[in-house]
């Protein structure tokens, strides 16, 4: 069974400049949510989308958003980046009930 | 008061030995519970979850959970140099959260030879 998918796995931007990212999660599971880590913050919790529908949000700014298709797979976009948004960004996908995440490798972007 | 709390480390423990991993977390509404290891330069991967007062035992882990303390903990036993990463404690609560996982920081494990 294939893991959840991630891409793409590094990609450097400048200020100002937008970025999507993409996640395909297990077959079968619809839940997908999104984190940012770093290494000050740890893991933070950005939003979660289940059936097409943003079922949660974190303390992020505006900036930041998400969508989920009707196959499942997520996609978020942080536009105007600044060098802050540097960082992992680890996508995880879920079973309805069960509430295990399982992650994918991550995006890792740097600002510059 | 952080919602999730763990040392940081790092935490020593030589090889064979049984480490032990802890974690407090402040939100009573939290039912669900699980530990996650995080490899340097990797992602988080999930190891155990818990539900329920008491022990849950996986092969060399076992995770215990002590809801009216608030406390969580994961025990690995005979540990290996394999073993050497951060353990990432996460709590979700009961209703209102999805399936939002609250994360702490981590604890860094090093099995030493």
């Known amino acids: 069974k294939a893991g959840v998918t991630q891409t793409p796995r590094y990609l450097i931007k400048t200020r100002g400049q937008q970025v999507t990212l993409s996640c395909s999660p297990i077959?079968?599971?619809?839940?997908v949510s999104w984190y940012q880590q770093t290494p000050g913050q740890g893991l933070q919790f950005l939003f979660e989308?289940?059936?097409?529908?943003?079922?949660n949000k974190g303390n992020f700014p505006g900036r930041f958003s998400g969508r989920q298709f009707s196959n499942s797979r997520s996609e978020m976009n942080v536009s105007t980046l600044e060098l802050g948004d540097s960082a992992l960004y680890l996508c995880?996908?879920?079973?309805?009930?069960?509430?295990?995440?399982?992650f994918g490798e991550g995006s890792r972007l740097t600002v510059l | 008061q952080k919602e999730v709390e763990q040392n940081s480390g790092p935490l020593s423990v030589p090889e064979g030995a049984i480490a032990s991993l802890n974690c407090t977390y402040s939100?009573?509404?939290?039912?669900?519970f699980f530990w996650y290891r995080q490899y340097s330069g990797k992602s988080p991967e999930l190891i155990m979850s818990?539900?329920?007062?008491g022990d849950k035992e996986d092969g060399r882990f076992t995770a215990q959970l002590n809801k009216a303390s608030q406390y969580v903990s994961l025990l690995i036993r005979d540990s290996q140099p394999s073993d050497s990463a951060t353990y990432l404690c996460?709590?979700?609560?009961?209703?209102?959260?999805?399936?939002?996982?609250?994360f702490g920081t981590g604890t860094q494990l090093k099995v030493e030879l």
């Open positions: 996460a709590v979700k609560r009961l209703t209102g959260g999805g399936n939002k996982l609250t």
């Open positions: 989308y289940f059936s097409e529908t943003q079922r």
């Open positions: 939100d009573r509404v939290s039912q669900s």
């Open positions: 818990i539900y329920s007062n």
């Open positions: 995880a996908s879920s079973l309805e009930i069960a509430g295990e995440l399982f």
């Open positions: 077959s079968g599971h619809r839940s």
